[in-house]
Protein backbone atom coordinates (compact mmCIF):
# COMPACT_ATOMS: atom_id res chain seq x y z
CA UNK A 1 0.00 0.00 0.00
CA UNK A 2 1.46 3.18 -0.71
CA UNK A 3 0.54 6.55 1.05
CA UNK A 4 -3.58 6.94 0.12
CA UNK A 5 -4.73 3.44 0.51
CA UNK A 6 -8.28 4.16 -0.67
CA UNK A 7 -6.95 5.38 -3.80
CA UNK A 8 -4.28 2.74 -4.32
CA UNK A 9 -7.56 0.12 -3.51
CA UNK A 10 -9.90 1.94 -6.33
CA UNK A 11 -6.60 1.58 -8.78
CA UNK A 12 -6.16 -2.19 -8.06
CA UNK A 13 -10.58 -2.69 -8.49
CA UNK A 14 -10.30 -0.23 -11.59
CA UNK A 15 -7.12 -2.57 -12.97
CA UNK A 16 -9.07 -5.82 -12.58
CA UNK A 17 -12.65 -3.94 -14.11
CA UNK A 18 -10.18 -3.12 -17.47
CA UNK A 19 -8.89 -6.43 -17.28
CA UNK A 20 -12.47 -8.42 -16.81
CA UNK A 21 -14.03 -5.81 -19.42
CA UNK A 22 -11.06 -7.09 -21.77
CA UNK A 23 -11.73 -10.67 -21.89
CA UNK A 24 -15.86 -10.44 -22.52
CA UNK A 25 -15.50 -8.04 -25.72
CA UNK A 26 -12.37 -10.75 -26.58
CA UNK A 27 -15.29 -13.74 -25.94
CA UNK A 28 -17.96 -11.60 -27.36
CA UNK A 29 -16.98 -9.34 -29.59
CA UNK A 30 -19.22 -6.62 -30.17
CA UNK A 31 -20.51 -6.78 -26.79
CA UNK A 32 -21.29 -3.23 -25.12
CA UNK A 33 -20.59 -2.85 -21.55
CA UNK A 34 -19.52 -0.01 -19.51
CA UNK A 35 -17.74 -0.55 -15.74
CA UNK A 36 -17.41 2.09 -12.96
CA UNK A 37 -14.64 1.25 -10.60
CA UNK A 38 -15.04 1.98 -6.47
CA UNK A 39 -13.24 1.03 -3.04
CA UNK A 40 -15.90 -2.05 -2.97
CA UNK A 41 -14.77 -3.28 -6.35
CA UNK A 42 -16.69 -2.59 -9.27
CA UNK A 43 -20.22 -2.37 -11.73
CA UNK A 44 -21.14 -3.21 -14.56
CA UNK A 45 -23.91 -2.08 -16.91
CA UNK A 46 -24.97 -4.05 -19.68
CA UNK A 47 -26.66 -7.28 -20.24
CA UNK A 48 -24.18 -9.78 -19.30
CA UNK A 49 -24.77 -13.39 -18.31
CA UNK A 50 -23.57 -13.30 -14.47
CA UNK A 51 -21.51 -16.71 -14.37
CA UNK A 52 -19.71 -15.49 -17.46
CA UNK A 53 -18.92 -12.35 -15.90
CA UNK A 54 -17.72 -14.23 -12.65
CA UNK A 55 -15.37 -16.44 -14.61
CA UNK A 56 -14.45 -13.22 -16.79
CA UNK A 57 -13.24 -11.63 -13.51
CA UNK A 58 -12.06 -14.68 -12.08
CA UNK A 59 -9.68 -15.19 -15.22
CA UNK A 60 -9.03 -11.34 -15.03
CA UNK A 61 -7.05 -11.45 -12.02
CA UNK A 62 -5.79 -14.85 -12.65
CA UNK A 63 -3.81 -13.52 -15.59
CA UNK A 64 -3.19 -10.09 -14.09
CA UNK A 65 -0.92 -11.76 -11.26
CA UNK A 66 0.51 -14.09 -13.48
CA UNK A 67 1.67 -11.02 -15.29
CA UNK A 68 0.02 -9.69 -18.20
CA UNK A 69 -0.18 -5.82 -16.68
CA UNK A 70 -1.78 -5.20 -20.51
CA UNK A 71 -5.20 -6.29 -19.09
CA UNK A 72 -5.51 -3.31 -17.13
CA UNK A 73 -5.29 -0.41 -19.66
CA UNK A 74 -8.22 0.15 -21.31
CA UNK A 75 -8.50 1.89 -24.96
CA UNK A 76 -11.85 2.86 -24.09
CA UNK A 77 -10.92 3.88 -20.40
CA UNK A 78 -12.44 7.64 -19.45
CA UNK A 79 -8.90 8.31 -18.32
CA UNK A 80 -8.28 8.56 -21.89
CA UNK A 81 -11.26 10.90 -23.04
CA UNK A 82 -10.23 13.23 -20.38
CA UNK A 83 -6.56 13.42 -21.43
CA UNK A 84 -7.68 14.16 -24.40
CA UNK A 85 -10.20 16.87 -23.20
CA UNK A 86 -7.46 18.48 -21.05
CA UNK A 87 -4.61 18.48 -23.59
CA UNK A 88 -6.50 19.57 -26.28
CA UNK A 89 -8.07 22.14 -24.69
CA UNK A 90 -4.81 23.10 -22.84
CA UNK A 91 -2.93 23.51 -26.18
CA UNK A 92 -6.07 25.69 -27.66
CA UNK A 93 -5.45 27.96 -25.63
CA UNK A 94 -1.88 28.13 -25.59
CA UNK A 95 -2.11 28.43 -29.47
CA UNK A 96 -4.53 31.26 -29.33
CA UNK A 97 -3.19 33.20 -26.88
CA UNK A 98 -2.08 36.83 -27.67
CA UNK A 99 -4.00 36.95 -30.42
CA UNK A 100 -5.37 40.44 -31.34
CA UNK A 101 -8.78 39.65 -32.90
CA UNK A 102 -11.43 36.40 -32.28
CA UNK A 103 -11.00 35.42 -36.18
CA UNK A 104 -7.28 35.41 -35.27
CA UNK A 105 -7.16 32.71 -32.79
CA UNK A 106 -9.70 30.52 -34.34
CA UNK A 107 -7.05 28.34 -36.59
CA UNK A 108 -4.51 28.89 -33.88
CA UNK A 109 -6.87 27.15 -31.31
CA UNK A 110 -8.17 24.53 -33.77
CA UNK A 111 -4.52 23.71 -34.32
CA UNK A 112 -3.46 23.55 -30.81
CA UNK A 113 -6.58 21.43 -30.03
CA UNK A 114 -5.88 18.93 -32.97
CA UNK A 115 -2.14 18.68 -31.62
CA UNK A 116 -3.49 18.05 -28.36
CA UNK A 117 -5.59 14.96 -29.63
CA UNK A 118 -2.93 13.70 -31.46
CA UNK A 119 -0.58 13.98 -28.27
CA UNK A 120 -3.29 12.56 -26.00
CA UNK A 121 -3.11 8.94 -28.03
CA UNK A 122 0.08 7.71 -26.46
CA UNK A 123 -0.70 9.18 -23.47
CA UNK A 124 -3.93 8.42 -21.95
CA UNK A 125 -2.96 4.74 -21.64
CA UNK A 126 0.76 6.33 -19.67
CA UNK A 127 -1.63 8.04 -17.62
CA UNK A 128 -3.96 5.27 -16.74
CA UNK A 129 -0.83 2.51 -16.71
CA UNK A 130 0.54 5.72 -13.65
CA UNK A 131 -2.25 7.14 -12.35
CA UNK A 132 -5.94 5.48 -12.80
CA UNK A 133 -5.03 1.93 -12.52
CA UNK A 134 -3.29 -0.55 -11.11
CA UNK A 135 -1.77 -4.50 -11.86
CA UNK A 136 -1.09 -5.16 -8.94
CA UNK A 137 -3.51 -7.51 -7.82
CA UNK A 138 -2.08 -10.55 -5.52
CA UNK A 139 -3.87 -11.71 -2.86
CA UNK A 140 -7.24 -10.23 -4.61
CA UNK A 141 -10.13 -12.53 -4.69
CA UNK A 142 -14.00 -12.08 -6.40
CA UNK A 143 -16.17 -12.23 -2.77
CA UNK A 144 -19.45 -12.34 -5.04
CA UNK A 145 -20.72 -11.24 -8.09
CA UNK A 146 -24.81 -10.12 -8.06
CA UNK A 147 -26.99 -8.97 -10.89
CA UNK A 148 -29.95 -6.34 -10.66
CA UNK A 149 -32.02 -5.14 -13.34
CA UNK A 150 -33.03 -1.52 -12.11
CA UNK A 151 -35.93 0.00 -14.09
CA UNK A 152 -34.51 -2.01 -17.18
CA UNK A 153 -31.10 -1.33 -17.03
CA UNK A 154 -29.07 -4.48 -16.35
CA UNK A 155 -25.96 -4.02 -14.47
CA UNK A 156 -23.96 -6.47 -12.00
CA UNK A 157 -22.23 -5.58 -8.53
CA UNK A 158 -18.84 -7.20 -8.79
CA UNK A 159 -17.28 -7.11 -4.78
CA UNK A 160 -13.24 -7.58 -4.69
CA UNK A 161 -11.46 -8.50 -1.38
CA UNK A 162 -7.48 -7.24 -1.30
Known amino acids: MGLFPLWDTIRRNHGVEHATLQILAQRRPGIHLIGRSDPQGFVVYGDVDTEELANATTEALARLQQGDDDLAVHPNCGTNLSVT ?34 LAKPL ?15 GMRV ?20
Open 85 to 118: GFTAGLLAWAASRGKRKPWDAIPAAMIGATLGVI
Open 124 to 138: GPIVQKHVTVSSDVD
Open 143 to 162: VEVTRQDVSGVVRHRVKLAH
